[in-house]
């Protein structure tokens, strides 16, 4: 089986910042060749809709047959609710909790 790796968009992101950008444009060029799947959600696609173009470019820059596309369900809705209910994430990052949520249920 192919390795998948869920990304979200501060992972995206992390080809502009100096820190990671070494890191992520080479996990990037890794879903540009088909050698990992990159696993997307609805969720991070709507955080898409408010990034800057060069951020969005990344993204359509991976061939659609490298990626998995995943949507926040509503079990991943409850587990995401379990995650804030129990302080693993702070109750004012639910979105967070939604992608680790996410990431769970299709991992």
Not at 22 to 34: A, M, P, R, T, V
Not at 84 to 93: R, Y
Request: negative net charge; hydrophobic residues 45%; contains cysteine.
């Amino acid at each position: 089986m192919q390795q998948r790796v869920y990304i979200d968009t501060s992972v995206i992101g992390g080809c502009f910042d100096e820190e990671f950008s070494l890191w992520s444009i080479k996990l990037f060029e890794d879903f540009q060749n088909g050698k990992i799947i990159a696993v997307i959600s609805d969720l991070t696609r709507r955080e898409l809709e408010f990034a800057p173009n060069e951020v969005k470019n990344v993204i359509a820059s991976i061939n659609e047959t490298n990626i998995e596309n995943v949507f926040l369900t509503k079990d991943a809705e409850q587990l995401a609710l379990q995650y804030l209910k129990n302080g693993v994430v702070g109750k004012k990052h639910i979105a967070d909790a939604q992608h680790i949520a996410i990431a769970t249920i299709e991992s």
